[in-house]
Nanobody, 115 residues
Framework: QLQLTESGGGSVLAGESLTLSCAAS????????MGWFRQSPGKTREMVAM??????RYANSVKGRFTITRSLETMTVDLQMNNLKPEDTAGYYC??????????WGPGTQVTVSS
């Protein structure tokens, strides 16, 4: 069974940077895509960045500030977040999924950005 663990969250000031990392453990077959999502209290979970068979995709709100990188060899996916804004405050979750749509979520890591 695949398990994901996020790390790298924390509290920063606006304009600062953080790098989130997500590592997989256990059995992983057919993983095709990896991504980062976030959720704030009272809001639905939204895609932040994802990478699959093609180019990486980003939410409009983070384009130019966030960069996703992944390694299928080490089964890791990172999210470099620059120029953080208070509206980036949320719980951040990584997700791995297969071509058939089977997915696995991590437990999440909190990012808090103060102005």
């Amino acid at each position: 069974q695949l398990q994901l663990t996020e790390s790298g969250g924390g509290s920063v000031l606006a304009g600062e940077s953080l790098t989130l990392s997500c590592a997989a453990s256990g059995t992983a077959f057919g993983i095709n895509s990896m991504g980062w999502f976030r959720q704030s209290p009272g809001k639905t979970r939204e895609m932040v960045a994802m990478v699959g068979g093609g180019a990486a995709r980003y939410a409009n709100s983070v384009k130019g500030r966030f960069t996703i990188t992944r390694s299928l060899e080490t089964m890791t996916v990172d999210l470099q977040m620059n120029n953080l804004k208070p509206e980036d405050t949320a719980g951040y979750y990584c997700k791995f999924w297969t071509l058939s749509g089977e997915d696995t979520w991590g437990p999440g890591t909190q990012v808090t950005v103060s102005s």
